[in-house]
C-alpha cells in the first residue's frame, strides 16, 4: 500500500461522499448518511500516515487500493 498524506486522504473521502462535520484540533472528523461510523484523519501538515493507521481507514471507508 502506498503511502499518502493526511489531507489527501481527506480529499479522497471527499469524493467518495463522507462529509467533514467537525476538526478538533489536527484531528478531521468524517461522517457519511447511512452509517453509523466515524472517520478521524489526524491532518499533521503534509505527514504520511502510518500504514496501520491507513489500513484501518481504508478498511472502514470502503476504499480500495488503487483509488488512493
Known amino acids: ?3 499518502i498524506s493526511g489531507k489527501d ?3 479522497v473521502l471527499e469524493k467518495k461522499g ?3 462535520k467537525t476538526i ?3 484531528h478531521h472528523v468524517y461522517m457519511k448518511s447511512g452509517k453509523k ?3 478521524s484523519v489526524p491532518v499533521h ?3 504520511d500516515l ?3 493507521l491507513l489500513k484501518f481507514l481504508v ?3 470502503e476504499i480500495k487500493e488503487n483509488e488512493l
Do not use: D, E, P
Request: proline share 0%.
Open 45 to 47: 501538515s503534509n505527514k
Open 9 to 11: 486522504f481527506c480529499k
Open 18 to 20: 463522507w462529509l467533514l
Open 59 to 61: 478498511k472502514i471507508a
Open 24 to 26: 478538533k484540533g489536527s
Open 1 to 3: 500500500m502506498r503511502s
Open 50 to 52: 502510518k500504514r496501520g
Open 37 to 39: 461510523v466515524r472517520i
